[in-house]
């Protein structure tokens, strides 16, 4: 057995050529005997030189090996576009805190980015309750994901917060965006009276405030029902990718978008399907639990497929937020 480990040991540093100290106390029980290894020196470094200093080719195969390398690693904090199309938008959370309960956990950062890789896939458990004669016109998968690339906190005074943007202002005791162009932005405040959240739309792409706001008990998997599902930033995403509310904001008014019905004005709370709103004379069935309606969290699962149309529109390669896709 002691041979065995042994062995091992002699294996690995023939292999490996690991470095002195790295030869401790620990990997060697009998203390002192591999002290002969330790003044032992790993000549690879050397032979390697002399072959660059050599070979113009292996130099260049050496710095190509390199730079992919660097590039590899700095992808990983940027936007990509999938094999099968899918935008995976790099996303930066700014938390301003003034309370140790406002510089919420990484884990409930998580929490929304995971809500909002469901709800933009089609994967969020609720979707079977999309009622028969909506599913021809479900989203299904957006070809839009998440990730989280950086999260940045800092204390504030602040004890409510209002739509000015002073958050997204250093000077005002907020977080300056991170490139905009390339990242989306969130800002999770403490508070904003009964805002929940808030969106700048894509006329804004590029710009110091683009980006959305949440309060903290509304930003990923919380205990503050209704709004407790992390439903706020599907919704503020929604406005941020171009989507206005189903109900377009006014009587019986238009969203731009063909296969959501035209609703008299907008929901809320959970209600029962279905709800038929009179518009023009004509009685329809509406879509009350899209998530651009103001309905609870555990009301709304679905985008239509019109809506995914005009998200697509904006983070394609032609579109204005192309700059998430950082290609
Ligand atoms: N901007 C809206 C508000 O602040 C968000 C509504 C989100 N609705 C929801 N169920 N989470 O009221
Ligand atoms: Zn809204
Ligand atoms: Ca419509």
Not at 38 to 55: G, K
Not at 63 to 69: F, G, K, L, P, Y
Not at 144 to 153: D, E, G
Not at 290 to 297: I, K, L, Q
């Amino acid at each position: 057995m002691k041979k065995m480990l042994f062995g091992a040991f002699a294996l690995a540093m023939a292999t490996a050529c690991t470095s002195d100290n790295a030869v401790t106390e620990t990997q060697d029980p009998q203390g002192g005997d591999f002290a002969v290894a330790e003044r032992r020196s790993c000549p690879s470094e050397e032979i390697r030189d002399e072959m660059l200093a050599n070979d113009p080719a292996a130099r260049a195969r050496a710095a190509d090996i390199e730079n992919s390398t660097a590039r590899f690693i700095q992808d990983k904090t940027l936007g990509r576009v999938l094999a099968d199309g899918t935008v995976e938008i790099p996303v930066v959370v700014n938390v301003l805190y003034r309370t140790s309960a406002e510089n919420i956990s990484d884990a409930q950062i998580q929490s929304q980015i995971d809500v909002l890789n469901a709800d933009y896939s089609g994967t969020n458990a609720d979707a079977t309750k999309i009622p028969t004669e909506f599913k021809s016109v479900s989203a299904g998968n957006t070809g839009i994901k998440f990730r989280l690339v950086k999260t940045v906190r800092k204390a504030t005074k602040t004890r409510s917060w209002r739509t000015n943007d002073a958050m997204k202002k250093s000077s005002q005791g907020g977080i300056d965006a991170t490139n905009p162009s390339q990242y989306l932005n969130m800002w999770v405040v403490g508070d904003m009276g009964s805002i929940l959240g808030y969106a700048t739309f894509p006329e804004s792409a590029g710009l110091w405030n683009d980006g959305v706001v949440m309060a903290k008990n509304y930003f990923g998997k919380t205990s503050a029902a209704p709004y407790n599902l992390g439903r706020t930033t599907t919704h503020e995403v929604g406005h941020y990718l171009n989507l206005r509310h189903i109900w377009g904001d006014g009587t019986c008014a238009t969203d731009y978008v063909d296969d959501t019905p035209t609703q008299a004005s907008n929901n809320y709370g959970t209600p029962s399907y279905p709800q038929m709103d009179v518009c023009g004379g004509v009685s329809r069935s509406i879509m009350f639990m899209n998530y651009m309606d103001y309905v609870d969290d555990a009301a709304m699962y679905m985008f239509s497929a019109g809506q995914k149309a005009r998200m697509q529109a904006i983070v394609a390669a032609s579109g204005v937020r192309a700059g998430l896709r950082n290609l």
